[in-house]
Each structure stands twice: as structure tokens, then as C-alpha cells.
């Protein structure tokens, strides 16, 4: 079955470590995405990335940073510089063919306190 | 800041009833597309719109991409407890790439 995976689904974390949230895919996709979702809100980017080792900052990068050694993994990590790092992470990727039908994983929820 | 009005936020209807939420904006779009999520999981793609005026179904699901290029809208027909959830429209903003804009969503709720 072809899709996205983020794991894991839950993940609690004392404040002032780094976590990083994992975000996999075996749709051949070339661009991937992260997205970070609070209560009653929609879906603001972070990071971006359209090839491998190439990525580039969202709308609110701050906190945040990312690797895409591979075409099937783009990891995201939450630093400890990241005000408000409690939140719904989700993870999306879209094919060159069709740049902006993006797909997304199942999300991982982050809790910090 | 987000640029796509969506409304309205949230609706309770009964079973069988027709649905309607629209999504709307200062700012031309290129593309629109619509998103459904169940709590605690992610968006799933509903519907695509590439070109202005497109109407198209998905079931009992219409979508269309408004003639101005800056509103889309989403009617469901004879609502089902299963429609439950946020429904999202994105866009694709005219010289932003391939990134999108999200609204804020809609949430509905069925009564059966």
C-alpha cells in the first residue's frame, strides 16, 4: 500500500529537549511538506522541500528544522527554541505531475510540557 | 496571515439535509482544492479545481471554483452522520509556487 507515515502518533516531551517527528512516503513523491495544526485552526507550513537535499522555510520555520538526505524521509525536529511546540504535526507530499494535490499522513501530536 | 475567509465555521444539520461552505479571498488563485479531516487525523483530498468556473463532483460532493478566481464553494447533498468532521479549502495563490493557503475550516456536525 502505497502512502504516508508519521510516527508516532503521540509523543510527550519535557520543555528545553529537541524531538524530532518522522515523516515517510513510498508514493515516488519529489515534494514534501510539514504543517503544524493548533485547536480550531487551520494549517500553517513550516518547512518545505521539492528534491532531495533542498528545502526551504514555511511561514513560521522559527524553531523548526529539517533534513532530506532521502526521497522517501523528510524528518522534522522541534527545537527547544520553538515557543509553543505543543501542537498537531502533520506531514504531506505531492508529485511533479501534480504539484499541488498534497497528501497527507496520519499527523503526530506533541505534547511539551 | 491567512488570506482565505472559510464560512461558515461550523454548521449542525440533520441527517439528510444539503450542506453548503464557501471559501473566499481578496487575493486570485490558481487552484482550489477541498479537504476533509477526522479528529486526530489527516486532511484527506476531496476534490481539485484547476480552472475558473470548473464545476466538479465527488460523489455527493460539488465543488466549485468561482469565476473570479478568488472564492470556491462546497455543497454536499443529503448529509450522512459520516460527513462528521472539518472540511478545509486550500489555494494555490497566483505567483506563490506550489505552495498552498488554507482556510481556517468548517466543522460539521450531523444529527441522525
Known amino acids: 500500500d502505497g502512502g504516508i507515515t508519521q510516527s508516532p502518533k503521540y509523543l510527550f516531551r519535557k520543555e528545553g529537549q529537541n524531538v524530532t517527528l518522522s515523516c515517510e512516503q513510498n508514493l515516488n513523491h519529489d515534494a514534501m511538506y510539514w504543517y503544524r495544526q493548533d485547536p480550531g485552526q487551520g494549517l500553517r507550513l513550516i518547512y518545505y522541500?521539492?528534491?532531495?537535499?533542498?528545502?526551504q522555510k514555511g511561514d513560521i520555520a522559527e524553531g523548526y528544522s529539517v533534513s532530506r538526505e532521502k526521497k522517501e524521509s523528510f524528518p522534522l525536529t522541534v527545537t527547544s527554541a520553538q515557543k509553543n511546540p505543543t501542537a498537531f504535526y502533520l506531514c504531506?507530499?505531492?508529485?511533479?505531475?501534480?504539484?499541488?494535490?498534497?497528501?497527507f499522513g496520519p499527523g503526530t501530536r506533541l505534547t511539551v510540557t | 496571515g491567512q488570506q482565505l475567509n472559510q464560512s461558515p465555521q461550523s454548521m449542525f444539520i440533520q441527517e439528510g439535509e444539503d450542506v453548503s461552505m464557501n471559501c473566499t479571498s481578496s487575493?486570485?488563485?490558481?487552484?482550489w482544492l477541498w479537504y476533509k479531516q477526522d479528529p486526530g487525523e489527516g486532511p484527506v483530498l476531496l476534490i481539485a479545481l484547476y480552472k475558473a468556473g470548473e464545476l466538479t463532483s465527488n460523489g455527493r460532493l460539488t465543488a466549485q471554483f468561482g469565476i473570479t478566481r478568488k472564492d470556491s464553494f462546497l455543497n454536499i447533498s443529503a448529509s450522512i452522520p459520516s460527513d462528521v468532521g472539518i472540511y478545509f479549502c486550500?489555494?494555490?495563490?497566483?505567483?506563490?509556487?506550489?505552495?498552498?493557503?488554507f482556510g481556517g475550516g468548517t466543522r460539521l456536525m450531523v444529527k441522525p
Open positions: 486550500a489555494g494555490q495563490l497566483e505567483n506563490a509556487g506550489n505552495m498552498l493557503t
Open positions: 487575493s486570485i488563485f490558481n487552484t
Open positions: 522541500s521539492q528534491i532531495v537535499n533542498d528545502f
Open positions: 504531506a507530499s505531492s508529485s511533479t505531475l501534480d504539484l499541488y494535490e498534497q497528501y
